[in-house]
């Protein structure tokens, strides 16, 4: 089993629409979890971090985690074509690792 | 723009043999980790390193080795490659415990 699991997609919304990003995770001691967005041929950037259960807004993206669930989504809201990217799910795991998963393509139609 | 260089970006190499990929952290950073990315796939973690020790090794042969300097700067060896190793190498750095990585644009590697 992964450490972490994500829906590869691809994932199509048109501009304007709202973006839901699913994220389930094996390790239940997990306590941090994060979003990275990649562009193709590019490298990561932290989009968001949750550590607590319950929703986390920051700007048009809100992160949601359910630790009962092992479970953390990525919403985004009013999606605009520069937000077609990769977008990778991570949860911090003991050893000072990073766990990703395989990442959900996402292209915003214009 | 992280501040996190890597060298080379691209590089051809055979099977069997060996490579050493370098980066530079961000300034003020203390900790650096080096990922594989292959394609199609999500990184996965090799290992961190923090004042200049190995603090963190995920599942990868020894073959897979690396050194942090004094300067935070990093290098990753691999010996005796294989076809598998290739892939993107991302560097990141980020301060010891924080959850934010920084990461450089990678070194992609051909292995032949």
């Known amino acids: 089993q992964k450490e972490v699991e994500q829906n590869s997609g691809p994932l199509s919304v048109p501009e304007g629409a709202i973006a839901s990003l699913n994220c389930t995770y094996s390790?239940?001691?997990?306590?941090?979890f994060f979003w990275y967005r990649q562009y193709s041929g590019k490298s990561p950037e932290l989009i968001m971090f949750?550590?607590?259960?319950g929703d986390k807004e920051d700007g048009r993206f809100t992160a949601q985690l359910n630790k009962a669930s092992q479970y953390v989504s990525l919403l985004i809201r009013d999606s605009q074509p520069s937000d077609s990217a990769t977008y990778l799910c991570?949860?911090?795991?003991?050893?000072?690792?990073?766990?990703f998963g395989t990442g959900t393509s996402l292209t915003v139609i214009p | 723009e992280t501040g996190v260089t890597q060298s080379p970006t691209h590089l051809i190499k055979t099977r069997g043999q060996q490579v050493t990929l370098r980066c530079s952290s961000q300034?003020?950073?203390?900790?650096v980790s080096w990922y594989q990315q292959a394609l199609g796939q999500g990184p996965q973690f090799i290992f961190q390193?923090?004042?200049?020790?190995?603090?963190g090794r995920g599942n990868f042969p020894p073959r897979f080795s690396g050194l942090q300097f004094p300067n935070y700067s990093s290098e990753l060896n691999v010996n005796a490659l294989e076809l598998d190793d290739s892939a993107l190498y991302l560097c990141?750095?980020?301060?010891?415990?924080?959850?934010?990585?920084?990461f450089g644009e990678g070194s992609r590697l051909t292995v032949l």
């Open positions: 990141a750095s980020s301060f010891l415990g924080s959850g934010e990585l920084f």
């Open positions: 390790d239940r001691g997990s306590q941090s």
């Open positions: 949750i550590y607590s259960n």
């Open positions: 991570a949860v911090r795991g003991t050893g000072n690792q990073f766990y």
């Open positions: 300034s003020g950073h203390n900790t």
């Open positions: 390193y923090y004042r200049e020790e190995e603090n």
